[in-house]
Nanobody
Framework: QVELVESGGGSVQARGSLRVSCTAS????????WGWFRQAPGKEREGVAT??????EYADSVKGRFTISRGGDKNTLYLQMVNLKPEDTAVYYC?????????????????WGKGTLVTISS
C-alpha cells in the first residue's frame, strides 16, 4: 500500500507561482508512474501531468506553465506552477500507479492523496 500526502496549496494572484508537493510512504518500489490531477468546483477530475521512467506528459491547458518532477529519493513529487490563471483554481491530487510507465490519457491510477486546494484570484 502507498500513502500520498499533498502539501503546498494556497491562494495566489493570477500570473503568480506556486509549488505543490507530495510525499509518499509505504511500498513505493512498484509504483513507477506518478501524476498530478485536479478537480475544479463543479467539474470532473482531470489529469494535469504525469511522470515515469522515460517521459513527462502534460495536459494542453498547462503546457509551458507547469513542470512535474520527482525528488532525488523518488518518494517526493512536485508540481511547479507559474503564470497561474483563475481557471487553475482546483483541488490538486497526487496519484501513483503500479506500473513502470504511465498510460496514455491520464487513465487509471492506483493510489490517491486527499488533495490540496489551490486558489487563483484575478
Amino acid at each position: 500500500q502507498v500513502e500520498l500526502v499533498e502539501s503546498g496549496g494556497g491562494s495566489v494572484q493570477a500570473r503568480g507561482s506556486l509549488r505543490v508537493s507530495c510525499t509518499a510512504s509505504g511500498y513505493t518500489a512498484n509504483a513507477g508512474c506518478w501524476g498530478w490531477f485536479r478537480q475544479a468546483p463543479g467539474k470532473e477530475r482531470e489529469g494535469v501531468a504525469t511522470i515515469d521512467d522515460g517521459k513527462t506528459e502534460y495536459a494542453d491547458s498547462v503546457k509551458g506553465r507547469f513542470t512535474i518532477s520527482r525528488g532525488g529519493d523518488k518518494n517526493t513529487l512536485y508540481l511547479q506552477m507559474v503564470n497561474l490563471k483563475p481557471e487553475d483554481t482546483a483541488v490538486y491530487y497526487c496519484a501513483a500507479r503500479r506500473s513502470r510507465y504511465c498510460p496514455a490519457n491520464f487513465s487509471h491510477m492506483d493510489y490517491w492523496g486527499k488533495g490540496t486546494l489551490v486558489t487563483i484570484s484575478s
